[in-house]
């Protein structure tokens, strides 16, 4: 088809885009350079720094992701790849543009108040931003905007899907940051918002990395991991948390050194008649009641975590974890009390047979008790025992999102 066809080509023709390419490159190009981009962007923040002026080449911005698949460039397609004619037609594209700059020869693009200071937009930034959760896997930025533009008529300036550091996995919650304060309070006021059959859990953002920041420091003392929360053991994000779980300097000699901070040697028979060091195991609360089983009629699908289904059934308010098995067709919820488990049971039994349902698909549930209970309670144990082990021979405790018994 004509529309197929490589961009690189029809631009080296016509030198021009289709009308939605130019509103697509004006709106992608501005969000580049944007307060709620720029600060946190450090390849096209270096860019920028690069030139007195803080001019970009254009055939650079052309090779970030989102241009080249709009622009029918190949997915492996250089800067040095994209043809002086598409370069120019994009700009043509960003003449109209009300914050940004092109240079007369149409080959490179810069803001055109330069951005006061980073650290201050980051800030204003948060405080217009909400964290949500949860999210299908498979979502996508456009749809989760158009979600809060087009349905609730409030403003977005940018949606972050976040994703682990390492895996690049996605996490199943964004930040989105509205046009004004005002309009994130708004957003933050709705009434029960479901996105695609789920209730959305909103809050602003400051309040959620607070928060995250006092747990990793509750973790790095000791305090136990709830496996289904929304975290990683990267770092948080726009910088805040690296510092909480870093090793500190030693600043006194350790039990093996003398005063003077040196090596004190230690006879070979020393170690071998010192007993050994005894570590206290930490027992896992297992109150009676507080286990209900499931079993669905098909799998769960790809595009819905453990972490999302938590957040289907209730929240971590109401939920302790969820254990799938490996058939991803069962498990068991573990409720925060028996009280809160025979409530959900009862209400859940209480449904027309074809809406008792999990992730669509139908569903059964029943109480955990009896050898049943003994038995999840000691698998329970037997894993937090093994995270602990790890933990404490500098093993790494894997941060697997499967299992989550506690």
Same mark, same amino acid.
């Given at each position: 088809?004509?529309?197929?066809? !490589?961009?690189?080509?029809?631009?080296?023709?016509?030198?021009? &885009?289709?009308?939605? *390419?130019?509103?697509?490159? &004006?709106?992608?190009?501005?969000?580049?350079?944007?307060?709620?981009?720029?600060?946190?962007?450090?390849?096209?923040?270096?860019? +920028?720094?690069?030139? =007195?002026?803080?001019? @970009?080449?254009?055939?650079?911005?052309?090779?970030?992701?989102?241009?080249?698949?709009? %622009?029918?460039?190949?997915?492996?397609?250089?800067?040095?790849?994209? $043809?002086?004619? %598409?370069?120019?037609?994009?700009?043509?594209?960003?003449?109209?543009?009300?914050?940004?700059? +092109?240079?007369?020869?149409?080959?490179?693009?810069?803001?055109?108040?330069?951005?006061?200071?980073?650290?201050?937009?980051?800030?204003?930034?948060?405080?217009?931003?909400?964290?949500?959760?949860?999210?299908?896997?498979?979502?996508?930025?456009?749809?989760?905007?158009?979600?809060?533009?087009?349905?609730?008529?409030?403003? @977005?300036?940018?949606?972050?899907?976040?994703?682990?550091?390492?895996?690049?996995?996605?996490?199943?919650?964004?930040?989105?940051?509205?046009?004004?304060?005002?309009?994130?309070?708004?957003?933050?006021?709705?009434?029960?918002?479901?996105?695609?059959?789920?209730?959305?859990?909103?809050?602003?953002?400051?309040?959620?990395?607070?928060?995250?920041?006092?747990? #990793?420091?509750?973790?790095?003392?000791?305090?136990?991991?709830?496996?289904?929360?929304?975290?990683?053991?990267?770092?948080?994000?726009?910088?805040?948390?690296?510092? @909480?779980?870093?090793?500190?300097?030693?600043?006194?000699?350790?039990?093996?050194?003398?005063?003077?901070?040196?090596?004190? !040697?230690?006879?070979? *028979?020393?170690?071998?008649?010192?007993?050994?060091?005894?570590?206290?195991?930490?027992?896992?609360?297992?109150? !009676?009641?507080?286990?209900?089983?499931?079993?669905?009629?098909?799998?769960?699908?790809?595009?819905?975590?453990? #972490?999302?289904?938590?957040?289907? &059934?209730?929240?971590?308010?109401?939920?302790?974890?969820?254990? &799938?098995?490996?058939?991803?067709?069962?498990?068991?919820?573990?409720?925060?009390?028996?009280?809160?488990?025979?409530?959900? %049971?009862?209400?859940?039994?209480?449904?027309?047979?074809?809406? #008792?349902?999990?992730?669509?698909?139908?569903?059964?549930?029943?109480? @955990?008790?009896?050898?049943?209970?003994?038995?999840?309670?000691?698998? =329970?144990? $037997? *894993?937090?025992?093994?995270?602990?082990? *790890?933990?404490?021979?500098?093993?790494?405790?894997?941060?697997?999102?499967?299992?989550?018994?506690?």
């Amino acid at each position: 088809p004509a529309l197929a066809e !490589p961009l690189v080509r029809m631009a080296e023709k016509s030198m021009s &885009l289709r009308d939605d *390419q130019k509103a697509f490159v &004006l709106k992608q190009v501005e969000f580049y350079f944007s307060d709620s981009n720029l600060p946190r962007d450090k390849f096209l923040s270096e860019k +920028v720094a690069e030139d =007195a002026e803080g001019y @970009v080449n254009l055939n650079i911005i052309c090779a970030f992701n989102r241009m080249k698949t709009k %622009l029918g460039l190949s997915s492996d397609a250089k800067p040095e790849n994209v $043809a002086e004619g %598409l370069v120019k037609a994009a700009a043509d594209a960003l003449r109209g543009s009300d914050s940004l700059e +092109v240079s007369e020869d149409g080959m490179r693009v810069k803001r055109k108040a330069p951005l006061a200071d980073p650290e201050t937009a980051k800030k204003e930034s948060d405080l217009r931003s909400l964290y949500v959760r949860p999210l299908p896997m498979d979502v996508n930025i456009d749809e989760l905007t158009d979600f809060f533009q087009t349905t609730h008529k409030a403003k @977005v300036n940018a949606v972050l899907l976040r994703r682990h550091a390492k895996s690049k996995a996605f996490k199943g919650s964004a930040f989105v940051e509205f046009c004004d304060a005002g309009t994130a309070e708004m957003a933050l006021a709705l009434p029960k918002v479901e996105f695609k059959g789920a209730p959305l859990h909103m809050e602003k953002k400051t309040v959620y990395m607070d928060r995250k920041i006092a747990e #990793r420091k509750d973790k790095d003392k000791g305090g136990e991991r709830d496996d289904n929360a929304d975290d990683s053991n990267d770092e948080l994000d726009d910088g805040k948390g690296g510092a @909480v779980g870093a090793k500190r300097a030693r600043t006194e000699p350790s039990q093996a050194e003398g005063a003077a901070g040196k090596k004190r !040697p230690r006879d070979a *028979q020393d170690k071998a008649d010192a007993p050994p060091e005894k570590k206290e195991k930490k027992d896992v609360d297992h109150p !009676p009641g507080c286990l209900v089983a499931f079993s669905m009629d098909d799998e769960l699908p790809d595009s819905i975590n453990i #972490r999302t289904m938590v957040e289907l &059934l209730g929240g971590r308010d109401k939920i302790k974890f969820l254990e &799938l098995n490996d058939d991803k067709k069962s498990g068991t919820i573990r409720f925060h009390s028996a009280e809160a488990a025979a409530e959900a %049971l009862s209400e859940f039994n209480a449904k027309p047979e074809g809406e #008792r349902t999990m992730a669509g698909t139908k569903a059964a549930w029943s109480a @955990v008790s009896g050898d049943a209970e003994v038995e999840f309670y000691k698998r =329970a144990q $037997a *894993q937090y025992d093994k995270k602990d082990d *790890q933990k404490r021979g500098g093993g790494g405790g894997g941060g697997g999102r499967g299992g989550g018994r506690g």
